[in-house]
Nanobody, 118 residues
Framework: QAQLVESGGGLVQAGGSLRLSCAAS????????MGWYRQSPGRQREWVEQ???????FYADSVKGRFTISRDNANNTVYLQMNNLKPEDTAVYYC????????????WGKGTLVTVSS
């Protein structure tokens, strides 16, 4: 059972930056993809961005040019660098790890809260 622990959330003013971290209990190379999702009050969880095993990354249009995903394979950690934050980025951010196989399995962290004040 994979364990993912997010950190780095907090309160920041609009235009500021934060870097989120997701530490995995096992090698992140064992996953076909790792990514970040977010959920704000009253809304469904939405996909933010993802990095696949080959190294390519994909972004939601709402964060393109502002957020960057990266990974440190040696330390089994995935990062989300968030720049030029906006109040609408306020949400709980969740780390996701996807393991492939006959049945695809998704693993989730407990989330870290990001609050952007205007």
């Amino acid at each position: 059972q994979a364990q993912l622990v997010e950190s780095g959330g907090g309160l920041v003013q609009a235009g500021g930056s934060l870097r989120l971290s997701c530490a995995a209990s096992s090698s992140i190379l064992s996953y076909i993809a790792m990514g970040w999702y977010r959920q704000s009050p009253g809304r469904q969880r939405e996909w933010v961005e993802q990095i696949v095993s080959g190294g390519s990354s994909f972004y939601a249009d709402s964060v393109k040019g502002r957020f960057t995903i990266s990974r440190d394979n040696a330390n089994n950690t995935v990062y989300l660098q968030m720049n030029n934050l906006k109040p609408e980025d306020t949400a709980v951010y969740y780390c996701n790890a996807r393991r492939g196989g006959i049945v695809v399995s998704d693993y989730w962290g407990k989330g870290t809260l990001v609050t952007v004040s205007s």
